[in-house]
């Protein structure tokens, strides 16, 4: 079925270096969420769009982290400098609008940062 | 959003019923509770939702309390595919929107299923 796909799968880069991470919503989903899950604990919310306005970036954790959804479908989260406490898996979630709708998310992408 | 309560581990025998408890004593009459679950290496899967009637689907039921003070999540017939980590969640609904930041869903550490053969 078409739920969403995040890509890379796995990402490893060394410290000080960028990374981009992609996010397919499922097709038609207005809403868009970016969660952050360190090993052991539950996701943990880093920003929300609807459509391709970013009105929620509240849990992103410095100005090294940059999201982006410039014509409301797929999405990339940027982290820049990248630090070892980025390690983590980044979740992408998908919502058809910001009603009581669930959220249905993709498999994430696990960064390690070495 | 409200806080939930849930125990940490759960063990269940496999083809029996699996019920897990959450507490949400704090939960506003406007807030939905919402299971969803994580099975190792996966994203987190969408079960069920409801605001205050009993809900059932094709994967589980959901069973409110009248003074929506706690719910069950009842797995029928758990299998050893239904091991995970299974996560209560109570949010606003669209009435209860108030603006951005309130939309997002907030993870507690959930209750561990095991379901033994």
């Known amino acids: 079925g078409a739920g969403v796909s995040q890509s890379p799968r796995y990402k490893v880069a060394k410290r000080g270096q960028d990374v981009a991470l992609r996010c397919d919503p499922i097709?038609?989903?207005?809403?868009l969420f970016w969660y952050q899950q360190a090993l052991g604990q539950g996701p943990e919310f880093l920003t929300y769009?609807?459509?391709?306005?970013?009105?929620?970036k509240s849990g992103l954790p410095s100005d090294r982290f940059f999201a982006e959804r410039p014509e409301g479908s797929v999405s990339t989260l940027k982290i820049q400098r990248t630090q070892q406490e980025d390690s983590a898996v980044y979740l992408c979630?998908?919502?058809?609008?910001?009603?009581?709708?669930?959220?249905?998310f993709g498999d994430g992408t696990r960064l390690s940062i070495l | 959003d409200a806080k939930t309560t849930q125990p940490p581990s759960m063990d269940c025998a496999e083809g029996r019923a699996a019920n897990l408890p959450c507490n949400h004593s704090?939960?506003?009459?406007?807030?939905?509770v919402y299971w969803y679950r994580q099975i190792h290496s996966q994203g987190p899967q969408y079960i069920i939702h409801?605001?205050?009637n009993n809900e059932t689907n094709e994967m589980a039921s959901l069973i409110i309390t009248e003074d929506r003070k706690s719910s069950t999540l009842i797995l029928p017939h758990a299998t050893l595919r239904d091991t995970a980590v299974y996560y209560c969640?109570?949010?606003?609904?669209?009435?209860?929107?108030?603006?951005?930041?309130?939309?997002?869903?907030?993870f507690g550490k959930g209750t561990k299923l095991s379901v033994i053969p």
């Open positions: 097709s038609g989903h207005v809403s």
């Open positions: 409801g605001l205050k």
């Open positions: 979630a998908s919502s058809k609008d910001r009603s009581n709708q669930p959220q249905h």
């Open positions: 769009f609807q459509n391709e306005a970013q009105l929620d």
């Open positions: 969640i109570v949010r606003v609904g669209a009435r209860g929107y108030s603006g951005a930041g309130s939309y997002q869903l907030t």
């Open positions: 704090t939960i506003s009459g406007n807030e939905y």
